[in-house]
């Protein structure tokens, strides 16, 4: 459905705001996890696990309450200034993790993961929200959510790459102090975004009239799943999230191997070609979806998964064909992801659309990274020979297989109702309502 409108769509406002809200994200997650182990804080596999669940564990309680107060309660501009500036407190901290375990007594895991947790919490809903303002906004949402989207890639590029580039050279002692940076960059990015969520659209919560379980905005989201469609999109989303949280997984091990024989500085930037890609990818989205419609192009998304994973699998001593492979990444987030997104905020209503937004995410960005890691890691360690060799054919042949499947699934049995593929969303076909008991 076209928002009518008479003042233009805030659209450099709204991709700033996703600039940020993803440099916050890319600050920290790449250079984290060596931070963390033996030359840094010393925590063991099972405290790093923990800390690397903190996201999984904030989707999950997402659903039940951010979402809910961003559906109901709060205008969503004063959620995001109110997540951030408390969630930017909480990373922030986390550079004086030592000194903070020190005067407090407690250990330093103890501390780190508590502050980790409070960020996951608070940062997690505001990836759905963001979501809910830009597409509240928008005038066309077809046609404008992939160029607004853009700014996260764009913000995730900025934070990441200096920070990597700032400790190429360094080592041991003079490296973890060099890491130990990345908290602050996030967190004065966090606290930016909560101060520049205050210029953003207002954008006000969609009250219910109902009464009782009916009036619980993530409790009629998930009624929503009683459609066919809806179901099966669900289910498939859970299988590519997988996919893709496999990917990040295994994919620097396997570029960094004697088989591909990429030198370990550049890992990231050669992945990270799968990010500008996706900058490319995310500019077109509105006209492929326009061309092509929803399935066509989320297969497409799930497919560019099964192609990527089986170069991997058979032409791994290809490195040129392994590195250009990269750019399929931007097919793989823009055309599923990003297309996932703007068909949720098309069929959910506005008073659910970020506790719909989140119902969806627990599955990108919670019970599929959980998944991924249970999947993939115990079985590239099966794969793992006594000197050390991956057996990479059978290991990628799973997920390429998954993506084969779930493509299949989608081409099968993904059906959405017609006003949906006309462009219209469900505000304007009222007889979709979900029975949700009283």
């Not at 170069?311 to 040129?320: D, E, H, K, L, S």
């Not at 069929?347 to 960005?365: E, G, H, I, T, Y």
Request: aromatic share 14%; proline share 5%; glycine share 8%.
């Amino acid at each position: 459905m076209v928002k009518p409108s008479a003042a233009a769509a805030p659209t450099f406002r709204l991709w700033l705001m996703m600039v940020l809200e993803f440099a916050i994200w890319g600050s920290w997650l790449p250079l984290i996890w060596g931070y963390m182990g033996k030359d840094g804080l010393a925590f063991s596999d099972a405290q790093i696990a923990w800390v690397g669940s903190a996201f999984a564990i904030a989707s999950i309680v997402g659903i039940f309450f951010s979402s809910q107060f961003a559906d109901r309660t709060f205008a969503a501009e004063k959620f995001m200034a109110a997540s951030h500036l408390i969630g930017g407190l909480a990373i922030l901290a986390m550079y004086w993790a030592r000194e903070i375990a020190a005067a407090t007594g407690l250990g330093v895991f103890a501390v780190f993961f508590g502050l980790m947790l409070v960020h996951a919490l608070l940062y997690v809903p505001t990836i759905s929200v963001s979501n809910s303002i830009a597409f509240t906004h928008m005038q066309n949402a077809r046609k404008e959510f992939g160029l607004v989207r853009m700014g996260g890639t764009i913000g995730w590029i900025l934070a990441a790459w200096p920070l990597y580039f700032v400790l190429q050279g360094k080592e041991g002692a003079e490296a973890v102090a060099a890491s130990r940076n990345i908290f602050l960059v996030a967190g004065i990015t966090s606290l930016v975004l909560a101060a520049f969520s205050l210029c953003l659209p207002h954008t006000p919560p969609k009250r219910s009239a109902a009464s009782g379980l009916a009036g619980i905005a993530w409790l009629k989201a998930v009624g929503y799943l009683s459609y066919p469609y809806l179901l099966v999109l669900f289910a498939v989303t859970f299988i590519d999230a997988v996919i893709h949280n496999g990917y990040f997984v295994m994919a620097g091990g396997f570029l960094g191997s004697k088989t591909v024989g990429i030198k370990p500085e550049w890992i990231m930037p050669v992945m990270s070609i799968g990010q500008v890609a996706e900058i490319l990818t995310m500019a077109v989205l509105g006209g492929v979806l326009a061309r092509l419609g929803w399935k066509t192009t989320m297969i497409l998304g799930i497919l560019g998964h099964a192609v990527r994973f089986a170069v991997f699998a058979f032409m791994p001593q290809n490195q040129a064909l392994i590195i250009a492979v990269q750019v399929l990444h931007g097919i793989c987030y823009a055309f599923f992801f990003a297309t996932l997104y703007i068909f949720i905020d098309a069929a959910f209503p506005k008073d659910v659309r970020s506790s719909a937004q989140s119902l969806f995410n627990l599955l990108v960005l919670g019970l599929g990274d959980l998944a991924a890691k249970w999947l993939f890691i115990p079985l590239q360690t099966r794969l793992t020979a006594a000197d050390g060799t991956v057996d990479y054919r059978q290991l990628f042949l799973v997920p390429a297989c998954m993506a084969l499947a779930a493509a299949a699934i989608l081409l099968v049995a993904f059906w959405p109702p017609r006003w949906l593929a006309s462009g219209a969303d469900v505000e304007d076909d009222p007889e979709t309502e979900p029975q949700v008991a009283p």
